[in-house]
């Protein structure tokens, strides 16, 4: 594998004023040409001409680096190194230079459609947040980082998505939808695994999109309204137990009311449906127990 190499190159500003004076100089000796007696016109024809050729490829050697970019150098396909350092930079003019950004980029993955663990059609998509932390593996390791990057991250999630169920069943199992954190966790481990070979680092995944599959939106809807309903009502009972476990010790323990095996009964029962019930209560007198 090919590893980044950094290098410096010259300051680019010394040599600009080099190349400018020769330049003048290559005018100068085109311009000059009757007036120079001492010189053949061919003689200073040719001076010019190399003056000029020299000043070319002087001018070819020039190359900025802006801040969080890179420019790979190259000699005739060959790595030669990385140059970080900012501003104008001069290099060998024969050097083939190829900029990398190493910016911090995100961008967003296309809704997927896959099945979830449970196998339900689910539509999915994540954020991801990378940047370039080697631009030697990602100049020559790929074809186009960029372009993998997109479609492994994709890769990646359509995986993840497939290892969890979208809603679980369980009190302490992992889904999609209930474990956000530990869910992006283990995309961003999963997408810098397949992105490790192009010196690409993942700096953040996260989910953006989730929801069931438009064909059993409307009856997965009804599942997690049926669930939550038997979660409130197990709530309620329990409560409710509570409540009459502590009316009956009071009683008990003050002396209200003597009760019979039968009576606790029929309170415990009273209580439970006036706790309970989903609609309020009415009173009712017991005319059997009015004496004329």
């Not at 970019?69 to 083939?96: H, I, M, S």
Request: aromatic fraction near 8%.
């Amino acid at each position: 594998m090919i590893k980044e190499l950094r290098i410096s190159a010259a300051s680019g500003y010394l040599l600009l004023l080099v190349d400018v004076v020769l330049y003048i100089a290559a005018v100068y000796a085109f311009v000059s040409i009757k007036r120079v007696e001492s010189m053949s016109p061919i003689a200073v024809t040719f001076t010019g001409l190399a003056i000029l050729s020299v000043a070319i490829l002087v001018s070819c050697g020039f190359f900025t680096v802006q801040p969080n970019k890179a420019v790979v150098l190259q000699l005739f396909g060959k790595y030669v190194g990385t140059v970080k350092d900012e501003g104008l930079r001069w290099a060998n003019p024969f050097f083939g230079k190829r900029s990398v950004s190493l910016r911090t980029r995100n961008f967003e993955t296309n809704r997927l459609k896959v099945n979830d663990f449970d196998g339900n059609p689910i539509e999915i998509g994540a954020v991801v947040v990378w940047k370039v932390v080697d631009s030697a593996e990602a100049s020559f390791q790929v074809d186009n980082y960029e372009n993998y990057v997109n479609i492994q991250s994709e890769s990646a999630l359509r995986t993840l998505a497939t290892h969890y169920a979208y809603d679980s069943h369980e009190q302490d199992g992992i889904s999609l939808r209930a474990n956000t954190d530990g869910i992006a966790n283990r995309l961003r481990h999963e997408i810098q695994e397949r992105l490790a070979v192009a010196g690409v680092s993942v700096e953040e995944a996260r989910i953006s999109h989730l929801a069931y599959a438009p064909e059993i939106a409307a009856a997965m809807l009804q599942r997690q309204q049926a669930s939550a309903i038997v979660a409130a009502r197990s709530k309620i009972v329990e409560g409710a137990v509570g409540m009459v476990e502590m009316a009956l010790a009071m009683l008990n323990e003050r002396a209200v009311v003597s009760l019979d095996e039968e009576r606790k009964a029929a309170m415990v029962s009273n209580l439970l449906v006036v706790l309970c019930g989903e609609r309020s209560t009415q009173p009712v007198i017991n005319a059997g127990t009015l004496h004329h």
